[in-house]
């Protein structure tokens, strides 16, 4: 047993004990120590509750309660329980316990129990080492972790604030551990990066380790018994409705709780297998945190970034920097229709796999003096992958690139282009997966993405065209490497996603000092002009003086000729009596919002500004704060400045719900733990379901890009049946999965119509969802669903 003495010391308390291992960390080779300030040694014979809370079930629930998907969203089989079967204190260490034994709940039926801890609410910190000593069990399927996530979702949904694993491992695989970072913007265009470590001599993880991140600003180092094996420091974090990055260290500046659980099955190490032994357990010695104590935490350092090199054996950019071969396509194109054939390495694929119901040919067509490979689809297929140009090209670590082409349709419709991994990397994404609306016209497209990756010489670049029946031409196709170049924060901006036309308005995007997209100019005053790191809000300060005024200046700004507008912010001073607003052309010489007096209190007050723009559009106006000459301090925060023009609602937003145009609009989902076929047949979608999978959106019909406005009332209408009675799903929500409506129907052999009525809250960019994977019921034998008559209409 750990003896320990507590000592009080100030107004902290230092904790050191008798027995292997310090209280203080030391690091050799820097002499850094580190100072415990939270820890449980399950010293108790009990688990400590005030320091231990617990996840249950095996479904993830928003906050409203309602359901989202089971399994923890990654086809986990067992059920999360706080009973002591599955976690409880012996001979001073924590067992985590994984039972093989079935129990029910409203959701369904699990055949497994076990149990995962965390800390959300009671602990959480930003930066320190955070260690724990563990011994895990091995076995297919099984799969203990030790990890942190954010306290709240400061940046938005996942994986945008951020996720960080201590340690995973595969109870398969007993040799090594993983240490990963997941960041970037919301799922999917989520990122991941991270390293395994293979412990030395004969090693296992069923032996005793200690595994721990020592994380400071803008670095993290994993270690394995002492041993560092991987630093990280090249992140980023984007929202749904900034203009750029989160300021670096984003999205790990922040509070994250501790959380170790002990699953079982799910996507990391595949479904258990009869070598899998039960009850399996996963034990802790202890748990601690530590903070710096004989030095501050490091300054963070944006990661600079130069043009990187290729290694020997890659394919190398030809004399123009174009890394895709054959742009002309005067090579023979390769065209794939089984599975076991191969890629060719070099140059271009046509990739359409009987799996997926796709069917077509490509060959090369002249238009305007440029060659296109035009893609002839017979049968569009069930997935966007259904029909694949690919062709593999080589990323080094570290490089931004930039990829563009020029496309045209037969008719309007969408593909989805990106760069990602084979199937040796698991298919991750390197760039985001880009939506692209064709049109019979020929238009160029492009879109960049960094490589953060570890270097990939056989990378994917895909353009993937299923789903629709239009033909795709596509040519000039050009992958290179491009600086990270300074943002021209002068430029003219459209509106974000959330109609804010106010760049960074909340000061805290873009560069360091997270004043991307303004000027500060302080004037004659000598101020200075900064944003909290902490509360990132802008603060001007000053003593009095004589001259011209401090301003912040935001120029680029949209406004449109007899539209109405609103100007809002937040802002508490100082002394400061009053500041000053107003909009005008880029050189200040013509007023559209004419100086708009604004007096300001110590507090915090929002301020708005309606105005009408009277003159004609200009793209590139100017939004300037003056601050005056006086003494003292003003803040703003919340910037904002909103179009509130009356618009014409579209009164039918969604398209094609008749299936008069194939699957045109719609797209189809099936994940690899389900077997479906998407089809259209007699005019309606048929959804010819093998095996539903393992989550409720395992297959699914969807229609997304649906604008609809707040305050109205849409009325969705569909017709639906099935082949075996059973439930169907059915959501409208945006692409953070807030849902503005679900319901479940029942289906039958008898096709009915089913009338739903819903309101919007807010101006959303949504998509309505059809989910026909696992459901209540579940497994149901071979059937076919059948929808058809959608519509979506205001009411």
């Known amino acids: 047993m750990k003896k320990w003495l507590a000592v009080a010391l100030g107004t902290g308390l230092v904790l050191s004990y008798a027995g292997t291992g310090h209280a203080e960390k030391a690091d050799k080779k820097d002499n850094t120590k580190w100072k415990m300030v939270w820890s449980d040694e399950f010293t108790k014979q009990q688990l400590d509750r005030t320091k231990w809370t617990y996840d249950t079930g095996n479904w993830i629930v928003d906050q409203n309660g309602s359901v989202i998907s089971p399994g923890w969203g990654n086809n986990e089989k067992q059920y999360y329980t706080n009973k002591t079967d599955n976690s409880f204190i012996r001979d001073g260490k924590l067992v985590i316990r994984a039972q093989e034994e079935k129990t ?16 959300k609410g009671l602990f959480s ?21 030790f990890w942190m996530l954010p306290e709240q979702d400061k940046y938005g949904a996942w994986a945008s604030s951020g996720e960080i694993d201590v340690m995973e491992a595969w109870g398969s695989q007993p040799d090594k551990v993983a240490g990963t970072i997941h960041y970037g913007e919301n799922w999917p265009n989520n990122k991941y990066t991270g390293k395994d470590y293979h412990f030395p001599d004969g090693g296992r993880i069923d032996q005793w380790h200690t595994y721990a991140v020592e994380w400071e600003p803008g670095e993290l180092r994993w270690y394995v018994d002492g041993n560092l094996y991987q630093t990280q420091n090249d992140w980023y974090s984007k929202g749904k409705n900034t203009a750029t990055n989160y300021s670096y260290p984003a999205p790990f500046d922040q509070n994250f709780y501790l959380v170790m659980n002990l699953a079982v099955g799910g996507w990391f190490d595949g479904e258990v297998d009869a070598t899998t032994k039960f009850p399996a357990e996963m034990e802790v010695d202890y748990v601690r945190v530590y903070d710096l104590q004989n030095r501050d935490y490091r300054e963070p350092v944006e990661p600079v970034y130069e043009d990187v090199t290729l290694p020997d054996g890659a394919k190398q950019p030809l004399a123009d920097g174009n890394l895709v071969y054959d742009q002309a396509y005067e090579k023979a194109i390769k065209t794939i229709t089984d599975g076991a054939q191969v890629l060719d390495p070099t140059y271009w694929n046509y990739v359409t796999l009987p799996d997926f119901g796709g069917k077509g040919s490509v060959n090369v067509t002249e238009q305007d003096g440029t060659r296109f490979a035009n893609v002839t689809i017979d049968q569009p297929g069930a997935q966007n992958y259904a029909h694949q140009l690919i062709q593999k090209i080589s990323l080094a670590q570290g490089g931004r690139y930039e990829v563009s082409f020029d496309a045209s349709s037969e008719e309007a419709r969408t593909i989805v282009a990106k760069v990602g991994g084979g199937a040796e990397r698991g298919y991750t994404k390197y760039s985001n997966e880009e939506v692209i609306d064709l049109t019979p016209t020929v238009k160029r497209h492009t879109f960049a993405f960094d490589m953060a990756a570890e270097t990939d010489l056989a990378a994917r670049l895909e353009f993937n065209l299923g789903l629709a029946k239009a033909g795709v031409k596509i040519g000039n196709v050009r992958v290179e490497q491009v600086p990270r170049g300074e943002i021209d924060e ?11 036309q106010i760049y960074n308005g909340t000061f805290d995007q873009g560069a360091m000092d997270r004043l991307t997209y303004w000027q500060f100019d302080a004037g004659q005053t000598k101020g200075t002009g900064t944003v909290d790191p902490v509360t990132r809000d802008f603060t001007f300060k000053t003593n009095p003086a004589k001259g011209q005024a401090a301003t912040l200046t935001q120029r680029g700004v949209q406004l449109k000729e007899n539209h109405q507008y609103v100007l809002r912010f937040k802002t508490k001073a100082e002394r400061i009596k009053e500041l000053q607003v107003k909009l005008t052309n880029a050189d200040g010489t013509v007023s559209y919002l004419p100086t708009h007096d604004v007096p300001v209190t110590k507090a915090a007050t929002t301020v708005e500004v309606p105005f009408t723009m009277t003159q004609a559009t200009d793209l590139n106006s100017r939004l300037q704060f003056n601050f005056g000459t006086a003494k003292g301090e003003v803040t703003l925060d919340d910037v904002e400045l909103v179009d509130v023009t009356p618009v014409e609602v579209d009164r039918s937003p969604l ?19 389900a077997q479906a076929v998407v089809s259209n047949v007699n005019d309606a979608a048929k959804l010819a379901i093998t095996s539903e999978g393992q989550e409720p959106w395992s297959v699914l ?12 009332t849409y009325q969705l209408t569909f017709k639906a049946s099935s082949t075996v009675a059973r439930p169907l799903e059915v959501t409208v929500e945006n692409a953070a999965y807030t849902r503005y409506f679900s319901e479940i129907v029942e289906l039958g052999m008898e096709a009915k119509t089913y009338q739903f009525d819903f309101t919007l809250g807010q101006d959303d960019t949504a998509g309505l969802k059809f989910l026909l994977g696992k459901a209540t019921g579940s497994p149901f034998a071979a059937h076919d669903v059948t929808i058809d008559d959608v519509k979506l209409e205001v009411k």
């Open 104 to 119: 029910t709940d409203a959701l369904g039926t699990y055949d497994y129990t076990s149990a995962k801890l965390k800390t």
């Open 125 to 145: 910190k930003t930066y320190g080492r955070y260690e724990i000593k563990a011994k895990l069990p091995t076995g297919k399927g099984l799969w203990p972790a």
């Open 490 to 500: 002068t430029a003219t901006k459209p509106a974000l996603p959330d109609g804010n």
């Open 655 to 673: 398209k094609n719900g008749s299936f008069a145009d194939g699957l045109n609009f719609w797209s189809s989902y099936v994940h690899y733990d």
């Open 701 to 712: 019909l969807e229609q997304g890009n649906l604008q609809l406005v707040k305050g109205q």
